[in-house]
């Protein structure tokens, strides 16, 4: 099981003082020194965090592979086909949400999702689509071209009870049956993830938040202790 990190919030604490760091770059190279699979990253129509310069270095150089979330908007498409990473998620993004809020209703985006498939594919893109841990819903990426399936844990790290935990069981099995990749992720942490790993027919999953939150506690010990040493020598 591959381990896809998402670097988007080093960007949210550059962009919250317009400075030049952190680099979400830099992040992603250490990520990968420390046994990263995978890059990730999600580039929103307010582009509040990960920029067009962002992707268009990490695809220069992540050494393992680079996974972009993105909505269907048509200029971030256009971009995307343009820099060609190794994977593009498509998610559904709502203006004013705090982070993506479930996944694509695939009915209602139909020829709008079949479209921009194609279109990525023809770029020599991989495609998997954020989607709900529902058999229609894995049935439907498979019939739309989707290369793979990211399946919202999100709901169950909310509510983590039986019934959801079957239902990524279950979508998982489907997406396997038709021979898509199956990914998963969102809300994962330290106490979750164990449950979710232990699906062991999921190829990948990608963890954000609780990954580069967790940098910030266990590197605040040295970061302080940093600066108390060029404090001490001017
Ligand atoms: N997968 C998708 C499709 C996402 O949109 C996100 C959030 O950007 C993640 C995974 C990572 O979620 P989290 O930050 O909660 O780990």
New binding site residues.
Partial sequence: MRL?V?I??VATIREARGTRYPDPIEAALLAESAGADGI?A?IRIDRRHIKERDIRILKEVVKTYLNV?ASLDSEIQSFLRDVKPHWV?L?PEREQEI??EGGLNLPKVVEEVEKVTDKLKCSGIMVTF?IEPEKKMVEMASKLGACAV?L?T?KW?ENPCAENYKKIEEAVQVGIAIGLEV?A?????LQNVGAIAEIEEISEL???????ARAIIVGMESAVAEMKERMLLL
Avoid: Q
């Avoid at 990608?206 to 580069?212: C, L, Q």
């Fill in positions: 896809g998402n988007d919030h990730t999600h979330e998620c998610v982070t993506t954020f990211e919202n999100g790290s990914h992720g969102h809300g994962l942490n990608n963890i954000g938040h609780a990954i580069i």
